[in-house]
Structures are given as structure tokens and as C-alpha cells.
């Protein structure tokens, strides 16, 4: 399984969790799990050689991604699961 196989379907399962989290009606915990998959799409798509011009942002979308879905995660493993 090569590794970028395996980003995208890491992004497809947080996806689809997230999905299922809005269909459950609960929409932090979906906003996490899309957050998430979001942030392993764009990581994805920095190591795509295509896209080598556009790296810089892509890199820093994926940062920027992942320093929310933690802080979201925080969030809701005190105020859901404390």
C-alpha cells in the first residue's frame, strides 16, 4: 500500500465518520472528524508533484488544519467526555 494511497483513505474514513456524525445530529464532533479528513487530503496533495509550486501553502493549510482539529479535540474530549 503506498503511503499516499493510504492519506487518502485515512481522509476518506474521517470523512465518513464526520458524515455519520451529522446524521447522528452531532455537529462538533462531525466538524472534528471533517477537520481531520480535510487535514490528511491537503497533506496528500503536498507531496504531489504536480502541485510542487503551490507546497508552501498547501504545507501550511495542513498546519493550520491540524492546530484546530487539536485544539477541537481538546474541546470536545472536556466538555463531551470529562
Given at each position: ?18 458524515i ?24 496528500a ?15 501550511t ?22
Open positions: 500500500m503506498s503511503s499516499k494511497f493510504r492519506q487518502y483513505a485515512f481522509a476518506f474514513i474521517f470523512i465518513a465518520v464526520g455519520f456524525q451529522l446524521v447522528k445530529r452531532d455537529p462538533v464532533e462531525a466538524s472534528l472528524y471533517l477537520l481531520a479528513g480535510s487535514a490528511f487530503i491537503f497533506n496533495l503536498a507531496g504531489d508533484l504536480r502541485l510542487v509550486k503551490y507546497k508552501k501553502i498547501l504545507v493549510i495542513t498546519w493550520v488544519l491540524m492546530a484546530v482539529v487539536g485544539i477541537l479535540f481538546l474541546y470536545v474530549l472536556q466538555f463531551k467526555y470529562l
